[in-house]
């Protein structure tokens, strides 16, 4: 059983950074994959990124490539997501998320935290 808790989320404007926090119970965090997910208002949840258990392999969704990136820490059982040169299509609730590995189906989720991103 691992349980999820994300912070870090807030209001910045087009271009800002935020720099979300995913901390996890349980001292298996280091044996699942993490990923992060987001879902707008009206729109389905759709992928972010993820990092393998090792934090040796990263995936990100077209739309954040090159702005976001994913890291770990497995000792201290939290997952980052750096979001830079943030847009207003950015604007989401944003959950992070545990699978057994990064294209799996994730078994663990967290509550969410919003971003907003004014333009």
């Known amino acids: 059983q691992v349980q999820l808790v994300e912070s870090g989320g807030g209001l910045v404007q087009a271009g800002g950074s935020l720099r979300l926090s995913c901390a996890a119970s349980?001292?298996?965090?280091?044996?699942?994959?993490m990923g992060w997910f987001r879902q707008a208002p009206g729109k389905e949840r759709e992928f972010v990124a993820a990092i393998s258990w090792s934090g040796d392999s990263t995936y990100y969704a077209d739309s954040v490539k090159g702005r976001f990136t994913i890291s770990r820490d497995n000792a201290k059982n939290t997952v980052y997501l750096q979001m830079n040169s943030l847009k207003p299509e950015d604007t989401a609730v944003y959950y992070c998320?545990?699978?057994?590995?990064?294209?799996?189906?994730?078994?663990?989720w967290g509550q969410g935290t919003q971003v907003t991103v004014s333009s």
């Open positions: 998320a545990a699978g057994a590995t990064t294209h799996s189906p994730y078994d663990y």
């Open positions: 349980g001292r298996t965090f280091s044996m699942y994959a």
